[in-house]
């Protein structure tokens, strides 16, 4: 389909059209597709733009992964297919660690998943994790969602999961990690148990993820855990709420 | 996969099971997935209960079906992977119509969903209309989403249209048609324009419509035209933002 610029969805409809393309060249799971429905929703309730409060957990973020001592990102199809470019743009600025991570893990996927990053693989400008060396396991998940690399999740100290499930936010900070979310439904599981939670829309956020990493990389130790100590999650989730729910409440029925 | 009955989410993972497996039978068009994703999120929103605002709404609906003289429901493929039987069961209760009428039309899902009522068609029990015979349109809409049966859409006096497109909710509207809508976005562009939009899940409030329309059929013309004269739909919408939106201002983060 043809979409025009003019539209005043394009962008909306787009993500929709990678999203679709992305199931049928195998990245994506049939239930990625929903997954995806049901963060549409979402962003249309938060108004389609990154709020303060989520820019607040952007920053907090940012320096979160700039004191990090090894960061890893962890990616699923829907990640993928949104937003690889910008994944592969945040890893380089930090040690280069990307993880699949799927929910629903086939040898098929996996593969496909690492044949999108053959370049950066190539060019060294990344390290892709998890597909040939998932050997570890997370405790308290079933093994096919709990395998993990060694060099990558499993001895993590901060993992950024966009988009991820409940379970395996809950168990890699039972692990100890810490877990940066981004998850658009500011009532899930992963939002509530995550260290930080980012509720914005992954390809509006994580570009202000990548000018705040790099910007805070010339900031002192101090000032980064002075952002951190200043920022609360479950205030920040609940301020989410309240922004949402007036929001609803102003709109107009015309 | 064996979902448990006892899983807190059993019954929204079992619908999203039906809707997978209706995108394997050919029934449901990709982006049908992402639709059912979009209300899963508002359904999650209301509490996954019918609320005391969508029965006002169910019951002026009933009372409209029942006045009509020539009403059709409209089907299309998440229709019919969640509530084909309730569908039959509330056109059995009216004159039996049912009209396919699919965004993404295409002449196999076409028949692909004219098989599913095969036994219901070959007992008389309903006509299937919108396969063979769309041969009027829909004026100001595209040929394809615009094919209309004569004897059905095109000529009815109420369409019942469980997940329509805003498009087409409003160009029915335009033909003079009372539009009865079941959609969980009370801000969508079907929920504005429709004559009564039912802000509830599908599977949900077709069998309250089937209670209702049973029960109203009892009352005098008289005593419908009064719970429709009572019934205001924006005030219907308006209230249902304030629910969801005071719901969500309400709601703990734990």
New interface residues.
Partial sequence: MDIPKSHPRYESLLK?EK??EA?DKGILA??G??????????D??IGEKTTDIALESIKAASALLVLAGNPVISVNGNTVALAKEEVVELAKELNGKIEVNLFYRTKEREEKIKKEFEKEIENGEIKLLGVDDANKQIPNLDSLRGNVSEEGIYTADVVLVPLEDGDRTEALVKMGKKVISIDL???SRTA?KSTITIVDELTRCLPLLIKYVREYKNKSRDELENILNNYNN?EN??RM??Y??????S?E??
Same sequence: chains 1, 2.
């Fill in positions: 929709r999203i679709v199931l049939k239930p597709l929903i997954a995806h429905g049901r963060g549409e929703t979402f249309y309730l439904n500011p009532l509530r479950k989730l609940k709420l309240n949402i729910g007036d929001r609803l409440k709109l029925i015309d």
